[in-house]
């Protein structure tokens, strides 16, 4: 029976308690770029540390490090792993774009269609397609929020043509080409910076989670959020708990089965069920706000914006393609596999 199969999604938010045999014989440290209020780290990097800790009997201490408290910035956060200054870290494969190109079949949008769940499953299901993206880093877990919704500052979004020539946050090479491909203007920047960016009005909204409204405040930044009336979202960002490989390589043989346990998909399902969870209150927020409103694109606007998004799964497949990459093929593969777990 695996590690989470006996405690339901809802134990896997709370802080799991243990008692520890004495004192830690390893001590590991897990850098990321949200702050401790993040669902990300009072959901999911607490209780996973706790966790680690609790099935070691105390042996392993994780430290967590948030805010990029331990140093540098967000982009790079990837390369402190791979090289040791972390030994774990949470970041985003798309702050360093060309490193991760298999991996992002499953954040393109009309491949992911708002189900975190869904979509973290698929991953584990296919992570042997994908695995080279991985090979310098020990991957703890690959997995998806329940994706981007647009927020907007003062315009309401209710068709392709009302993004015409504005300014959007971009997560992602592959959220930029859809920006452009709507007829706006993709801006690249790490979400720490963007409350910063929505106020001093150099953006006119980003793509971002619901997640995200509550620690970064956006119901006071924005005004109007839009998705799909089915809950679909304009794809999503694909995000990477991993450890160094050295550290782990270092580590007894059972401790290394402690990780084991606790990595992949005896996380990737309760943990999406945290993400999709996660999005209600951001709704409740933007809606009870001032002038607040959350937006359900009817069924012809987002089949326009649909089409579009096709053209980039069109355009990544070929860039895949460049690469020696089977790009169609694993579009294939992750849209068979989301599809058997939506149901």
Known sequence: ?????????????????????????????????????????????????????ADSNGRIKIKIFPSMSMGGKPPELYRQVRDGVADIVWTLPGYTPGVF???????LPTVHRGN???????????????????KDVHPILIHVHAGNALHTVSKSILSVADVKGLKFRTPSRTGAW??????????GMPIPALPQA????NIDGALVPF??????????????SVEGADKSRF???IFMFAMNKDRYNSLPADLQKVIDNNSGANWAGPIGKVWDASEELGKQLQEKSKGGEVIFLDAKAKTDFDSIGQLVVDKWIVEANKLSIDGAALVKAARASIDKYSK
């Open 1 to 53: 029976m695996n590690t989470l199969s006996r405690i339901s999604a809802g134990t896997v938010i709370a802080a799991l308690s243990y008692s520890s045999a004495g004192a830690a014989e390893i001590t590991l440290t897990l850098h990321h770029f949200l702050s401790s209020k993040a669902p990300t780290h009072s959901k999911f990097l607490t209780p996973w540390a706790k966790k680690i800790e």
């Open 101 to 107: 190109p298999r991996s992002e079949a499953f954040e």
């Open 116 to 134: 975190a769940e869904a979509t973290n499953l698929a991953i584990q299901e296919n992570f042997s397609l994908i695995a080279k993206d991985f």
């Open 178 to 187: 859809m920006i452009q491909a709507w007829g706006a203007e993709p801006v």
């Open 198 to 201: 929505l106020s001093k009005g």
């Open 211 to 224: 997640e995200m409204v509550a620690p970064l405040k956006l119901q006071q930044l924005t005004k109007y």
């Open 235 to 237: 794809g999503t960002a």
